[in-house]
C-alpha cells in the first residue's frame, strides 16, 4: 500500500473544511435563513474530519479514527438544523444541549490525537481547531444563560398582545389626542424611542411597540413584509385599546410601514412625520443602493449564527452610550440576541417588497405631514427624494438638520427637532391648522 504524509492529509482536509464553508455562506446559501447558514457550515466541517478519518486511514500509517467524533456530531446537528430547526424556537431549545455536548466530544478528540496523531500539525494545526470550536461552544453556553438572566432581569415594561399567532410588545405613555405612533426603523425596537416618547408624551399619548421579533415581541410564523407589519400594527391597537386619529411617525425604513398603513386605513390616519424616512423608490434613484443591499443582504444572514456564539454581546456590551439610561440597558440585552439578530435579516429580506408596497401609497391629502431630513452625511441623491416625499400632503413641512440618520432618535440634541416635528403636526391635527413651510 502507498502511504502519504498525514500532515499533508491533515492539512488538506482541514483547511478545505474551512475553505469549502466560507465558499458556501459567501456563494449559494449566502443570505439564507439561519437553520440553513449554521446547517450548511455544519456539514462542510463535519465533511472535512470525515475525510481525514477515511483518508488517514486508507492511505497513512497514521489512522486517525477519533476525527469520526467530530464528524459524526457536526453532521447530526447540521442535517437536524436543517431538517427539523427551521424556526429559532427549535433552535433556542437545542443552545441548552449543544455547549456541553459539544465541549465533551472535543475533549475525547483531543486526547485521542494526542495518542494517535504523530505530526507537528497537531499543534499548530489540529488543537487550534478543537480550541475555536471549544471556544464556540462557551461562547454558546454563556449567551444562552446570558439571554435567560436578561429575561428574567429585564420585564416587558408595556403590555403583550396577541394579534394571531404571536404577542407584540406595546408601550404607551402620556394623554390626549390624537394619539403618536412611533414606527422604528430597520431591525430597531421600540427603546430607541426613549428621548422622544418622553418628549412628546408631555403634549399628548404616545406608543412605541416592538415588531415582531423584536424586543419583547414574539416572531412571527412566517416572513413579514411591509403589509404583514402594517396589519400587525393595526390589529395591535385594536386588541390594546388605543384609538385613534393616530399621528404616525416613521423612522428610516420606518416610513415604509406607515405610508402602507395609511393607504391600508386612512381613516385612522390624521397625520404624518417621517424622519429621514427612507424613500420608496430608493433601488431606483440611489444608485449605491442596490450595492449595499445586496452587500449587507448577505452579511446580515450570518449574524443569527454569530449572536448564538455570544459575539453580539462582546460587540454591544458598551455600546448606545447617547441613549436614556433605561433605553440603553434594554437595547443592549436585545441586541445582543440571536432572536433579534434573526429578525433583522428576516426584515432586511423582506426591504425590496416592502418599497414596493409603499410605493403605491402617494397620497395623504391635506393632512400634516412633516418631513424631516438628516443633513449630515447625506448621500447624493437623497435630498431630492426626501423633497419628493413631501409632496405627499398638500399640507406639508421639509426641514433638513445639521445631524446624522441615526442621531435624530438616539442623540438627545439631535432628538429636539424630531419632537418638535411631532408636536407641530399634532398642534396641526388638534386645531386643524396650516403647517408652516420653513
Known amino acids: ?26 456563494g449559494p446559501v449566502a443570505g439564507a435563513q439561519e437553520h440553513v447558514i449554521t446547517g450548511t457550515i455544519l456539514l462542510t466541517f463535519a465533511a472535512s474530519w470525515a475525510l481525514l478519518a477515511t483518508l488517514s486511514i486508507l492511505w497513512t500509517d497514521q489512522p486517525q479514527r477519533w476525527a469520526a467524533v467530530p464528524a459524526a456530531f457536526m453532521a447530526l446537528a447540521g442535517a437536524g438544523l436543517i431538517v427539523f430547526a427551521p424556526n429559532g424556537a427549535a433552535i433556542d431549545m437545542l443552545g ?29 494545526g489540529v488543537y487550534p481547531l478543537l480550541g475555536a470550536y471549544a471556544l464556540s461552544a462557551l461562547g454558546g453556553g454563556y449567551q444562552t444563560v446570558a439571554e435567560f438572566h436578561d429575561r428574567r432581569t429585564h420585564q416587558a415594561p408595556g403590555q403583550l398582545v396577541d394579534v394571531g399567532g404571536h404577542r407584540l410588545h406595546l ?16 431591525g430597531e425596537a421600540a427603546a ?29 410564523a412566517v416572513a413579514q413584509d411591509g403589509i404583514a407589519v402594517a396589519t400587525d400594527l393595526h390589529i395591535l391597537l385594536d386588541r390594546g385599546h388605543v384609538t385613534g386619529p393616530f399621528v404616525l411617525v416613521g423612522h428610516s425604513s420606518g416610513a415604509q410601514y406607515v405610508r402602507i398603513f395609511a393607504g391600508r386605513y386612512p381613516e385612522q390616519v390624521a397625520g404624518m412625520v417621517l424622519l429621514d424616512g427612507q424613500p420608496a423608490e430608493v433601488f431606483e434613484s440611489l444608485p449605491i443602493f442596490p450595492v449595499f443591499y445586496n452587500g449587507f443582504r448577505r452579511v446580515s444572514a450570518l449574524l443569527p449564527s454569530l449572536a448564538r456564539l455570544g459575539v453580539g454581546r462582546v460587540l454591544y456590551h458598551a455600546g448606545f ?11 443592549r ?9 434573526r429578525s433583522l435579516r428576516d426584515e432586511f429580506a423582506e426591504l425590496p417588497t416592502s418599497l ?3 410605493r403605491s401609497f402617494q397620497n395623504l391629502g391635506d393632512r400634516p405631514l412633516v ?26 413641512s421639509h426641514r433638513i438638520v445639521p445631524y446624522t440618520h441615526d442621531a435624530l432618535i438616539t442623540d438627545r440634541t439631535a432628538a429636539q427637532p424630531s419632537s418638535q416635528a411631532i408636536r407641530d403636526v399634532v398642534h396641526a391635527v388638534r386645531f386643524t391648522a396650516r403647517l408652516d413651510k420653513s
Not at 12 to 26: N, T
Request: glycine share 8%.
Open 371 to 396: 418631513v424631516l431630513t438628516a443633513g449630515q452625511d447625506a448621500e447624493a441623491g437623497w435630498l431630492p427624494l426626501q423633497d419628493k416625499m413631501a409632496t405627499l400632503s398638500t399640507n406639508s
Open 171 to 186: 408601550l404607551c405613555v402620556g394623554s390626549g389626542t390624537p394619539t403618536v405612533i412611533l414606527e422604528s426603523g430597520l
Open 333 to 341: 440585552f436585545t441586541y445582543s440576541s440571536a432572536r433579534a439578530a
Open 96 to 124: 441548552r444541549v449543544w455547549p456541553p455536548l459539544l465541549l465533551a466530544l472535543l475533549a475525547v478528540a483531543a486526547i485521542r490525537a494526542h495518542r494517535d496523531l504523530h505530526s507537528r500539525t497537531r499543534g499548530w
Open 321 to 331: 452610550d447617547t441613549w436614556p439610561a433605561k433605553a440603553r440597558d434594554m437595547q
Open 192 to 220: 430607541y424611542w426613549g428621548w422622544i416618547s418622553t418628549a412628546v408624551a408631555h403634549d399628548t399619548r404616545v406608543c412605541a411597540y416592538d415588531r415582531a421579533g423584536r424586543g419583547w415581541s414574539d416572531p412571527a
Open 1 to 26: 500500500m502507498t502511504t502519504y504524509s498525514i500532515a499533508r492529509i491533515v492539512v488538506g482536509c482541514l483547511a478545505a473544511g474551512l475553505v469549502c464553508a466560507l465558499a458556501l455562506v459567501v
Open 356 to 358: 414596493a408596497q409603499a
